[in-house]
């Protein structure tokens, strides 16, 4: 999704100038090495999701080993053959620059032998973690708190030259989603009543469970909606669960309107996903964080609750839960944290982006240089 809002204004500011390739690396070359690489590290995602503790010692294990052992190991040990074939892929498509939004991709392009791009990773947390600091000529950070960290920890490595702070890249749609929740509601077939939102990523894995359980069980006079992602099992659970009568329940699988679902409404509840995070902000949504996977979704909760001050943390589900009844019942006391997530609303759009990403790009051809560039 980044990646989607990179391009799309890219093109419309510099498609005259260059020609963009949108390349689906892992899968576009049918090389079963690259295909099931990339197939693990979902499932990796997942697994930290559904067992945290292996997450947070994933995390641990990448900065006690440091960035270029813990990259090496991440893309060369675990893969040798993607690795190779991604390399070749990368010098078949012969890039003058390649915009990466993971840290593998950016790792082929650094070790081309002839003909070395240029790079650029966006990375979308509030902690730049050890994989992101891998050499590259370019990162770019959407979150104050993870900017201002990489600087004050990593001098070594960052500079204001290679590491730029830029909005955060949600996707082009949310610009064009009313702000009326009465009428986006009323699209999706919901009574206009205070709506809750529980959403715990893609693959669905979370605390998402037992708050419907609880939530179903105390009968409130919300819209519950519940997207389960790619989470099929959860899906079917879930449909297979009635309400009492008063709570309006719905339970939802992968969906291409996630955007308006989020906006229409009053409360989010789920992991600290970066996305999982920014979207409900960006429309003032105000969230209970429910449960980290890794120690990167830790420090974007901590971004949100003591920085943006849109968010609070509760782990369990029951208090959790709690926390949903009492706002329900006292929307007004919602108002602190709607504001603080408005506020927030400047920091989003893929302008700046694009623009340093062809700022790089005419350091290498100055002749394509117009003005509109940054360094």
Not at 139 to 154: E, F, I, P
Not at 317 to 335: C, G, H, T
């Amino acid at each position: 999704m980044p990646m989607n809002s990179i391009v799309d204004e890219f093109e419309k500011l510099y498609g005259d100038k260059v020609e963009v390739v949108r390349s689906q690396f892992f899968t576009e070359t049918g090389n079963k090495s690259l295909i099931n690489y990339e197939r693990n590290l979902s499932e990796n995602v997942m697994y930290y999701n559904k067992y945290p503790a292996f997450g947070f010692f994933a995390t641990f294990n990448m900065d006690f080993w440091g960035t270029r052992t813990s990259t090496w190991c991440s893309v060369v040990f675990i893969g040798p053959r993607a690795y190779k074939a991604g390399v070749k892929h990368m010098e078949e498509l012969a890039p003058d620059l390649v915009v990466s939004t993971h840290w593998a991709t950016n790792y082929y392009a650094m070790k081309m032998k002839q003909n070395r791009p240029l790079t650029v990773m966006y990375c979308p947390d509030a902690k730049i973690n050890t994989l992101f600091r891998s050499p590259c000529d370019l990162v770019m950070t959407s979150m104050q708190l993870g900017y201002d960290r990489a600087m004050k920890k990593h001098k070594r490595r960052f500079n204001q030259d290679n590491l730029k702070k830029v909005p955060f890249l949600i996707r082009k749609e949310a610009f064009d989603i009313p702000s009326d929740k009465k009428a986006l509601r009323e699209k999706l077939g919901l009574s206009d009543r205070f709506t809750v939102l529980l959403a715990d990523g893609g693959y669905g894995v979370g605390k998402m469970l037992p708050m419907t359980e609880e939530l179903l069980k105390r009968d409130l006079p919300i819209n519950l909606i519940a997207v389960c992602g790619k989470n099929a099992k959860l899906y079917a659970k879930l449909s297979e669960m009635k309400s009492k009568g008063n709570t309006a329940f719905y339970p939802m699988g992968l969906i291409d309107n996630m955007l308006e679902v989020v906006a229409c409404a009053d409360l989010s509840c789920g992991k600290s996903g970066a996305s999982l995070m920014a979207e409900p902000c960006f429309f003032g949504v105000p969230q209970i964080i429910t449960h980290y996977a890794n120690d990167i979704e830790r420090w974007i909760g901590k971004y949100y609750i003591e920085d943006v001050r849109s968010a609070i943390k509760e782990f369990d589900p029951i208090r959790a839960v709690d926390l949903v009844e009492k706002f329900s019942k006292n929307p007004k006391e919602l108002e602190p944290y709607i504001e603080a997530a408005l506020a927030q609303h400047s920091n989003y759009g893929a302008e700046m982006c694009a623009r340093y990403i062809f700022g790089l790009l005419c350091t290498r051809f100055p002749d394509l240089a117009d003005g509109t560039e940054l360094y």
